[in-house]
């Protein structure tokens, strides 16, 4: 048998032993407690009939001569030894049949003899101890009726158990299903999924778990892309700079020319491989937030110092616009200039000659909001959803001309999500484009 299987088996049997033993423990008890009621109230009423019976007796003959003979035939018929006495206690007579039998014993039942009661008695009737038939049948019924209720016990906790071996099992299934489900999972199969059982709690763990395998196919399926991903993107400047170096061996192209086309390959490969690592570190459960209580227009004006050559060299105007209280946010602030400063580089790649990029910050809406402006190229509507995702250029050719590795945005997102809060881009192509991180407050 399986394990969940026995375990609901010793819980129906506990809960069938308890059922049943109560049931047996109230049924005998009330039983035997009528029987003795019963028992009781015939033995008064019978001791009643043959005192009255006897009291006559001695009216119609004012003596208790000759009463034995009636008083034989009552204790035949009552099953008990009966003794009268007169009203001096003298025994009259007594239906002892052995004269090995114990003599009268006082304390024996008893009722005296007369009409009123505040008339002298003129005798007393004992009733002897001994137990009757009448009594030995009455304890031969109460242990019957106790075999019959064992009996119905018994065959009760036996139909209960197979019943409860037909619901255990039913009941156990959809764990076993459950159970083989995790297995392959374990297997490093994340294709099954488990059947919704119709129990709540069940079916919600069987929603959880394939919900988890649902996660893990997906995680699978990401990790198989990132690793062609990254093969692809290291391809293209190794298989250059493979070029460059053939053609030189030819003699086709110039030292001069190859070493500095080379030497741009190798910064392109350096810059991915720096991107990589620290997409790493942003994605990565790992990251580490040093949060403290930050004014975002700090963390804006040492972004935009840091971005002030890159600005220059394009006669740039570089801004920030806020007011002048301060826009606190629990955050790291090494991660928040990190961000603001991608969103410049990429506001400053795409500006034109002598345009204005814009950080502006506020409170909005009981968030944090910080937002890059430029009037640069923009983006169009249909690339704007994927300029978030890893690896993914607008435009590859003038990326590869600003070396570009196509994972700032990722990393931007990635560092925004681990503070809680969103990032978000619109753009009018010719226009220029707006991003805007939004942080709770
Ligand atoms: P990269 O490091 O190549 O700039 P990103 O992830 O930062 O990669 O950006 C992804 C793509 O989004 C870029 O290749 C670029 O085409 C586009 N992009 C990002 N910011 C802007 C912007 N401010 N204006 C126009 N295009 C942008």
């Given at each position: 048998?399986?394990?969940?299987?026995?375990?609901?088996?010793?819980?129906?049997?506990?809960?069938?032993?308890?059922?049943?033993?109560?049931?047996?423990?109230?049924?005998?008890?009330?039983?035997?407690?009528?029987?003795?009621q019963?028992?009781?109230?015939?033995?008064?009423?019978?001791?009643?009939?043959i005192?009255?019976?006897?009291?006559?007796?001695?009216?119609?003959?004012?003596?208790?001569?000759?009463?034995?003979?009636?008083?034989?035939?009552?204790?035949?018929?009552?099953?008990?030894?009966?003794?009268?006495?007169?009203?001096?206690?003298?025994?009259?007579?007594?239906?002892?049949?052995?004269?090995?039998?114990?003599?009268?014993?006082?304390?024996?039942p008893?009722?005296?003899?007369g009409?009123?009661?505040?008339?002298?008695?003129?005798g007393?009737?004992?009733?002897?101890?001994?137990?009757?038939?009448?009594?030995?049948?009455?304890?031969?019924?109460?242990?019957?009726?106790?075999?019959?209720?064992?009996?119905?016990?018994?065959?009760?906790?036996?139909?209960?158990?197979l019943?409860?071996?037909?619901?255990?099992?039913?009941?156990?299934?959809?764990?076993?299903?459950?159970?083989?489900?995790?297995?392959?999972?374990?297997?490093?199969?994340?294709?099954?999924?488990a059947?919704?059982p119709?129990?709540?709690?069940?079916?919600?763990?069987?929603?959880?778990?394939?919900?988890?395998?649902?996660?893990?196919?997906?995680?699978?399926?990401?990790?198989?892309?990132?690793?062609?991903?990254i093969?692809?993107?290291?391809?293209?400047?190794?298989?250059?700079?493979?070029?460059?170096?053939?053609?030189?061996?030819?003699?086709?192209?110039?030292?001069?020319?190859?070493?500095a086309?080379?030497?741009?390959?190798?910064?392109?490969?350096?810059?991915?491989?720096?991107?990589?690592?620290?997409?790493?570190?942003?994605?990565?459960?790992?990251?580490?937030?040093?949060?403290?209580?930050?004014?975002?227009?700090?963390?804006?004006?040492?972004?935009?110092?840091?971005?002030?050559?890159?600005?220059?060299?394009?006669?740039?105007?570089?801004?920030?616009?806020?007011?002048?209280?301060?826009?606190?946010?629990?955050?790291?602030?090494?991660?928040?200039?990190?961000?603001?400063?991608?969103?410049?580089?990429?506001?400053?790649?795409?500006?034109?000659?002598?345009?204005?990029?814009?950080?502006?910050?506020?409170?909005?809406?009981?968030?944090?909001?910080?937002?890059?402006?430029?009037?640069?190229?923009?983006?169009p509507?249909?690339?704007?959803?994927?300029?978030?995702e890893?690896?993914?250029?607008?435009d590859p050719?003038?990326?590869?001309?600003?070396?570009?590795s196509?994972?700032?945005?990722?990393?931007?997102?990635?560092?925004?999500?681990?503070?809680?809060?969103?990032?978000?881009?619109?753009?009018?192509?010719?226009?220029?484009?707006?991003?805007?991180?939004?942080?709770?407050?």
């Amino acid at each position: 048998m399986r394990s969940i299987q026995r375990r609901f088996f010793r819980a129906f049997l506990l809960v069938i032993l308890i059922a049943v033993g109560t049931e047996f423990a109230i049924v005998l008890r009330a039983v035997t407690e009528e029987i003795e009621q019963y028992d009781r109230l015939a033995g008064e009423l019978e001791i009643t009939r043959i005192s009255h019976w006897l009291t006559g007796y001695y009216e119609l003959e004012d003596s208790w001569e000759g009463v034995q003979p009636y008083l034989d035939e009552m204790s035949a018929l009552s099953g008990r030894r009966l003794v009268v006495t007169d009203a001096a206690g003298t025994v009259v007579a007594d239906t002892r049949t052995d004269p090995s039998e114990a003599p009268l014993d006082r304390s024996w039942p008893s009722r005296d003899l007369g009409y009123r009661e505040d008339d002298e008695p003129v005798g007393r009737l004992y009733v002897g101890r001994e137990i009757t038939i009448l009594q030995r049948f009455r304890s031969r019924m109460v242990r019957s009726i106790r075999s019959a209720l064992l009996l119905g016990s018994g065959v009760a906790i036996i139909l209960a158990l197979l019943a409860s071996i037909l619901v255990s099992r039913p009941l156990s299934r959809p764990i076993r299903e459950l159970v083989s489900v995790a297995g392959n999972a374990g297997r490093g199969d994340f294709r099954t999924r488990a059947k919704i059982p119709r129990d709540a709690e069940l079916a919600t763990l069987a929603q959880t778990l394939n919900t988890m395998m649902v996660d893990l196919e997906t995680a699978v399926r990401l990790r198989r892309n990132m690793v062609a991903d990254i093969a692809h993107e290291l391809r293209t400047p190794l298989t250059n700079i493979r070029g460059y170096l053939e053609a030189k061996r030819d003699g086709i192209v110039t030292d001069e020319a190859s070493t500095a086309i080379i030497e741009s390959e190798v910064a392109l490969l350096v810059r991915i491989v720096d991107d990589l690592q620290e997409l790493a570190i942003a994605e990565s459960e790992a990251l580490r937030l040093d949060r403290r209580e930050t004014d975002l227009r700090d963390v804006v004006d040492e972004a935009l110092r840091a971005s002030m050559p890159a600005a220059s060299h394009s006669q740039l105007q570089l801004d920030r616009k806020s007011g002048d209280d301060p826009v606190m946010v629990n955050a790291d602030p090494v991660r928040i200039t990190q961000v603001v400063t991608i969103l410049l580089a990429n506001a400053v790649k795409h500006s034109p000659r002598g345009g204005a990029v814009t950080v502006s910050v506020r409170e909005a809406n009981g968030t944090a909001e910080l937002a890059v402006h430029d009037e640069g190229a923009g983006i169009p509507a249909e690339e704007l959803p994927h300029v978030f995702e890893r690896f993914y250029r607008v435009d590859p050719s003038r990326s590869r001309e600003t070396g570009g590795s196509g994972l700032g945005l990722t990393i931007a997102k990635h560092l925004v999500e681990a503070h809680g809060g969103t990032i978000a881009a619109v753009s009018e192509p010719g226009q220029g484009s707006c991003f805007t991180v939004r942080l709770p407050l």
